[in-house]
């Protein structure tokens, strides 16, 4: 029998770190790992994506939506710059995730070989945390160990680069002896511990305010129980960032939603009405949407010093765990008395909602998008998975959906990157093959990217126990996005060259790969579609015919953003008077309810 390579070790270190999936594209600068691979009869599984980058977005999903580590691989060259994006996407959502790749053999590199780039310069930002290229066998334990263990502990990305003719070396391990050093797997992970004089100090700001409203991100996810029982106990009202969106139910009734430019009136009144802000694990980074300056005293807690005090000056910046912060914190907090500043909130989300229903049900000339996750919510499985894509599907996915209970939902969130929602869905399926995954995506990310990857959807979805993933594409022939950023941030009226799409029956192509799909284009179709979508035995693609004239309106709206709206209509954009006559239904719905 012969004796193993560094690739076969490098899949065995794997296996004892529990990585069960590796997202990965061949190429031969990781030969010899693809061939370690088939020794090991696949295991760890290798999950061929269509392209190096949606790989590295299907270890993204598979990370945000386990909470373990997300793994991925591509050859050298073209393939390591290919997962760039991906790696960027998790770095800015603070996500934990390893890349593995190739690299021309030692013996040409500086010899401006083929496929050959400076990996070390290319990966030295994606992968500040940690960078390592292996030379010898001797040196791989402890690389592979440091990268998963920093990837998990700094929620970040890590890099290993193995030169291709490394990987075909026969492996040996480090000696007990000078300038080795042998790694070893595992972690068991403390609980940063809050002095008991920070928590009374906490506990007093917070039990002097009146008005207090709080922040939760998605660092609060593992402390929903405390979370409710802080807001109970202060009255408060709870807004969320949108990586923060399943956090808390929606379903609760001072449960404010999203914040922000996607976020929610009564989010935004929210912030501008308290005397007081607790914010829990998030770095939400629009100011402008938190309190004024002079208008409310301050607490943060995260678990991360780096992105603490950052975007609010807070008066107290504490660095712990979520959960057990307010496990210490609870028993000092002082019940409201007076819960006016509550009832008010309450009101004003029973208010949003029924707002929210009425504009979804709003007629329009195509469907209105809005009520494509309006008639959603009701029918959300209750341990449903939802990813979002970027652009307008991320508007109606942060106010419309309302996510309950154990749910989880999240998008690309700092990054904003166009292209993750499929391949999200895809990662979240591998590391959940039980439940029930819902995609939504633009007909612009569906051909950036989403159509190649209903392929790996084709290939892979007899291996999920729970078969259903529903991908739902609004349909709109528009960059619908930015569409809007031309005429409200721009006073420019849409470039048709640069926003129109080409037409394409997705469908059709779905049906062509053995997909169950569903074309949607009459309103009063949405819930028998999502009904059949979601009982269906395979994956399903919803082409959904939404009208691109219905305006994202902000919480908010500036004179500026009028302005240049109004601007960008008077100046002759194309679609002005569709764009007013869906205004002025939506506005009627406002003042003359039904």
Same mark, same amino acid.
Request: glycine content about 8%.
């Given at each position: ?120 310069? #290319?990966?030295?930002? $994606? +992968?500040?945390?940690? !960078?390592?290229?292996?030379?010898? &066998?001797?040196? @791989? *334990?402890? =690389? ?89 106990? #202060?009255?408060?009202? $709870? +807004?969320?960032?949108? !990586?923060?969106?399943?956090?808390? &139910?929606?379903? @609760? *009734?001072? =449960? ?339």
């Amino acid at each position: 029998m012969s004796k193993p390579t560094v690739a076969d070790y490098v899949l065995q270190r794997l296996r004892e770190w529990g990585v069960e999936h590796v997202f990965a594209y061949p190429g031969d600068g990781i030969t010899g790992l693809v061939s370690a691979f088939e020794r090991a009869d696949n295991t760890p599984k290798f999950i061929q994506a269509r392209h190096e980058e949606m790989a590295a977005f299907e270890a993204v999903g598979y990370a945000k939506f386990t909470g373990r580590v997300g793994v991925c691989m591509a050859t050298s060259g073209p393939g390591a710059i290919h997962l760039l994006n991906g790696l960027y996407d998790a770095k800015l959502d603070h996500t934990p995730v390893v890349a593995i790749v190739g690299q021309t053999a030692r013996s040409a590199m500086g010899a401006s070989y083929q496929q050959e780039v400076d990996l070390l310069s #290319l990966f030295k930002d $994606v +992968a500040s945390d940690y !960078l390592q290229m292996v030379t010898v &066998p001797e040196q @791989l *334990p402890v =690389v592979l160990d440091r990268a998963m263990r920093i990837a998990a502990a700094d929620r970040t990305v890590t890099a290993i680069i193995i030169p291709s003719d490394v990987q075909e070396l026969e492996y040996s391990s480090p000696t007990h002896e000078f300038k080795m050093a042998p790694g070893s797997v595992g972690t068991r992970w403390a609980v940063p511990a809050v002095t008991d004089q920070t928590i009374r100090d906490v506990a007093d700001l917070l039990n002097s305010g009146s008005k207090v409203a709080m922040l939760l991100g998605s660092g609060a996810r593992d402390a929903r129980a405390e979370v409710e029982q802080v807001a109970d106990l #202060l009255g408060a009202g $709870v +807004a969320k960032a949108l !990586l923060g969106k399943d956090a808390l &139910p929606d379903d @609760l *009734p001072y =449960v404010t939603g999203s914040i922000g430019l996607l976020g929610t009136k009564p989010s935004y009144d929210l912030m501008m009405g308290c005397d007081t802000l607790l914010t829990v694990g998030s770095s939400f980074p629009y100011t402008q949407f938190m309190p004024p300056f002079d208008a409310a005293r301050g607490v943060q807690i995260d678990i991360d010093p780096k992105m603490i005090g950052i975007r609010y000056p807070y008066e107290l910046n504490v660095v712990g765990d979520a959960k057990a912060t307010l496990q210490a914190l609870i028993p000092l907090l002082e019940r409201k008395v007076d819960r006016s500043w509550r009832e008010m909130v309450e009101k004003n989300v029973t208010s949003w909602w029924a707002d929210m229903d009425r504009r979804a049900a709003v007629t329009v000339d195509r469907i209105n998008p809005m009520r494509l996750f309006a008639e959603l919510s009701p029918r959300l499985p209750d341990d449903a998975i939802v990813a979002a894509d970027s652009g307008s599907a991320a508007n109606w996915y942060a106010r419309h959906l309302k996510l309950r209970g154990s749910m989880r939902g999240s998008l690309s969130g700092n990054l904003a990157t166009m292209g993750p929602g499929v391949p999200y869905g895809i990662g979240a399926k591998f590391g959940n093959p039980g439940r029930p995954v819902i995609v939504f995506a633009g007909d612009g990310a569906m051909q950036m990217n989403g159509l190649a990857e209903l392929i790996t959807v084709k290939h892979y979805w007899q291996e999920w126990a729970d078969p259903r993933l529903v991908i739902a594409i609004l349909h709109n022939d528009d960059l619908n996005q930015v569409t809007w950023e031309l005429r409200a941030m721009g006073g420019n009226p849409t470039f048709t060259e640069s926003q129109r799409l080409p037409d394409v029956d997705y469908a059709a192509f779905a049906r062509s790969l053995g997909l169950n799909a569903i074309t949607v284009t009459d309103p009063d179709q949405l819930g028998t579609a999502w009904d059949q979508a979601l009982a269906a035995d395979r994956p399903t693609v919803l082409d959904v015919h939404t009208d691109p004239n219905i305006m994202p309106i902000p919480p908010h709206v500036t004179f500026e953003q009028a302005k240049d709206t109004a601007e960008a209509l008077i100046k002759g954009d194309p679609n002005r008077w569709d764009i007013i006559k869906a205004g002025i239904k939506l506005k009627a719905q406002d003042i003359l309810p039904g």
